[in-house]
T-cell receptor
Framework: NAGVTQTPKFRVLKTGQSMTLLCAQD?????MYWYRQDPGMGLRLIHY???????AKGEVPDGYNVSRLKKQNFLLGLESAAPSQTSVYFC???????????FGPGTRLLVL | AQKITQTQPGMFVQEKEAVTLDCTYD???????LFWYKQPSSGEMIFLIY??????QNATEGRYSLNFQKARKSANLVISASQLGDSAMYFC??????????????FGAGTRLAVHP
């Protein structure tokens, strides 16, 4: 039982490049979330999903897109990376009947 | 607008002593939940404890307890018998709205705790 996993762990991009971050969970959770963490700040919600095929915007969605084609996977895309998107990205998942969100290990992204 | 405030950027405590990490929140919703997460230097977010706004008793999980004072809108984390492994960043977070909703969490800026031997 791996819980929540994130791929890759670390990535360096040039401004304007695109990439996709993958989040996978093996707990059959309905809800999935993408957050970003910047220095001196708590986590901020980017996008979330309440089930397969559904996505919604969070607090800071600009510059990101998401997809949830399979229940266990939640993808975060950056179409044209900007230095302001340098951050640590966390994925989380939650069972419908429970409060607790379980987090992945994070992806450190550096945009030059 | 909902908001979480952690006023202590850094704290230190002697090993085996108790420490309280402060958290105040602001919401107009009568139904909400409060969480504490631990982030060690390795970076992962570890769930510690949860308190619902309608819970009558303060939540406890092993050495962690949540001192919930609803009228003061505070949800302080108390760690008893501190251990060296407790050195980490601690985040308070709030879920606004009814349980079963999308459970968007709002996080505070965090408190860095250092446990000294």
């Amino acid at each position: 039982n791996a819980g929540v996993t994130q791929t890759p762990k670390f990535r360096v991009l040039k401004t304007g490049q695109s990439m996709t971050l993958l989040c996978a969970q093996d707990m059959n959770h309905e809800y999935m979330y993408w957050y970003r963490q910047d220095p001196g700040m708590g986590l901020r919600l980017i996008h979330y999903s309440v089930g397969e095929g559904t996505t919604a915007k969070g607090e800071v969605p600009d510059g990101y897109n998401v997809s949830r084609l399979k229940k266990q996977n939640f993808l975060l895309g950056l179409e044209s990376a900007a230095p302001s998107q340098t951050s640590v990205y966390f994925c989380a998942s939650r069972r419908d009947s429970q409060e607790t969100q379980y987090f992945g290990p994070g992806t450190r992204l550096l945009v030059l | 607008a909902q908001k979480i405030t952690q006023t202590q950027p850094g704290m230190f405590v002697q090993e085996k002593e108790a420490v309280t990490l402060d958290c105040t929140y602001d919401t107009s919703d009568p139904s909400y939940g409060l969480f504490w997460y631990k982030q060690p230097s390795s970076g992962e977010m570890i769930f510690l404890i949860y308190q619902g706004s309608y819970d009558q008793q303060n939540a406890t999980e092993g050495r962690y307890s949540l001192n919930f004072q609803k009228a003061r809108k505070s949800a302080n984390l108390v760690i008893s018998a501190s251990q060296l492994g407790d050195s980490a960043m601690y985040f308070c977070a709030m879920r606004e709205g009814w349980t079963g909703g999308y459970n968007k969490l709002i996080f505070g800026a965090g408190t860095r705790l250092a446990v000294h031997p």
